[in-house]
């Protein structure tokens, strides 16, 4: 079993900040990709930022100079540093890997439960 834990969402006013993280358990060899996704209310799952192994990244232009994600590989966490927020960001916040459970397994798609992150005054 893999599991994906994510903390850290709440109530922040416009131009506050959060930081999310999220913790990779269970049985896992290595994890490729990690990243964060959102949805907010009647919108469709989309990426917010992506963390590769050897933690090359990329946002999405709605949350670019504002969020940074980053990784600390030996404790298999990514974390989702976010600043400025707006109205916008307001959706539940899923963490996302690809994890290799045994040298010859493929790599499993892993979600999270989810973490709701409200902005507003």
């Known amino acids: 079993q893999v599991q994906l834990v994510e903390s850290g969402g709440g109530l922040v006013q416009p131009g506050g900040s959060l930081r999310l993280s999220c913790a990779a358990s269970g049985s896992i060899l290595r994890v490729n990709d990690m990243a964060w996704y959102r949805q907010a209310p009647g919108k469709e799952r989309d990426l917010v930022a992506r963390?590769?192994?050897?933690?090359?990244?990329n946002y999405a232009d709605s949350v670019k100079g504002r969020f940074t994600i980053s990784r600390d590989s030996a404790k298999n966490t990514i974390y989702l540093q976010m600043n400025s927020l707006k109205p916008e960001d307001t959706a539940v916040y899923y963490c996302n890997a690809g994890v290799i459970r045994t040298p010859l397994a493929p790599s499993l798609e892993v979600w999270g439960q989810g973490t709701l992150v409200t902005v507003s005054s």
């Open positions: 963390i590769t192994s050897a933690h090359y990244t």
